[in-house]
């Protein structure tokens, strides 16, 4: 990918934060991890030069800061065409898992919605349950998205499923409603 400029430039970070407590680490760990960054060695980290990791990594230089690290951050690009397109596909290499990791949580939200189909659980809670499970693959996609700057391949896959997601949630939501609205038999459930 290249920008009006020419190739597009990465921040690399280098990171050192003390051992103990742990909690430090694992929290700048898990800042890295859920922005997308690409860990290139122990300490060592990098993103693409894009707005969409502004955010992360400021709060990573948050992170570290409270745990009394250091933080050095580089802009960098490759020496060569080649050596560019090699890092922007480690960078795509990690988005398509990521993909692959989305793409298996909605197999299994469509597992749920045929289990309470299949048992007849056709409650609000459960809807309301069922609901909060799609607006969290709804956020995970559009933070996928917001990252995923080269388009890894598996990108179109996930949005169609998400799209088959929430249909199957209306399609559910049409039967709990029907469900909660038909007449009552004489023991009191719905017939």
Sequence with gaps: MTTGNGPLGWTVLLIRVAAEPSRHRVAVWRELRRVGALPLGQGVWA??????FAAGLSRTRELVERAG???????ASGASA???ARFAAM????????WAEFLADCDKYDEEIDK??????????ELEEEEQSLERLRRWHRDLRARDVFGAANAADATSRLESC???FENYSEQVIAALHAPADSTGRSS
């Design 116 to 125: 309470e189909i299949r048992t007849r659980k056709f409650t609000l809670a």
């Design 69 to 75: 690290g250091e933080i050095i951050e580089l802009r």
């Design 91 to 98: 960078f795509t290499s990690a988005r398509e898992a990521d």
């Design 82 to 84: 080649a050596d560019a």
């Design 166 to 168: 929430a249909a199957r």
């Design 47 to 52: 993103v693409p030069d894009v707005p969409a």
